[in-house]
Nanobody, 124 residues
Framework: QVQLVESGGGLVQAGGSLRLSCAAA????????MGWFRQAPGKEREFVAA????????YYADSVKGRFTISRDNAKNTVFLQMNSLKPEDTAVYYC?????????????????WGQGTQVTVSS
């Protein structure tokens, strides 16, 4: 079993930056693909970014490409999401997730473990 805990959310003005962290407890982190998803009020959960177990491959949703960067530190069992040039439409609860299978996927059903989420609010 793996527990994921997100942190780093908050309120920021449009154009600002935030860095989200997701700390993992339990075995296997360094072999998992890690992903970030988000869910805005009244909307379905959507894919944001994913990173392979080694960090060598990344994948982004078109809506965040060029503004967000996903990274990981396997020695610290942590994955990060650096968010720059934030827009009001980025407002959502952000979740990190772990996939036990070594693949890059944007499908939430492929992820086995989920954190509780952290709120990001971008004001205009």
């Amino acid at each position: 079993q793996v527990q994921l805990v997100e942190s780093g959310g908050g309120l920021v003005q449009a154009g600002g930056s935030l860095r989200l962290s997701c700390a993992a407890a339990g075995r296997g982190f360094s072999s998992f693909t890690m992903g970030w998803f988000r869910q805005a009020p009244g909307k379905e959960r959507e894919f944001v970014a994913a990173i392979s177990w080694s960090g060598g491959n990344t994948y982004y949703a078109d809506s965040v490409k060029g503004r967000f960067t996903i990274s990981r530190d396997n020695a610290k069992n942590t994955v990060f999401l650096q968010m720059n040039s934030l827009k009001p439409e980025d407002t959502a609860v952000y979740y990190c997730a772990a996939d036990r299978v070594r693949r890059i996927s944007s499908l939430s059903r492929n992820y086995d473990y989920w954190g509780q989420g952290t709120q990001v609010t971008v004001s205009s």
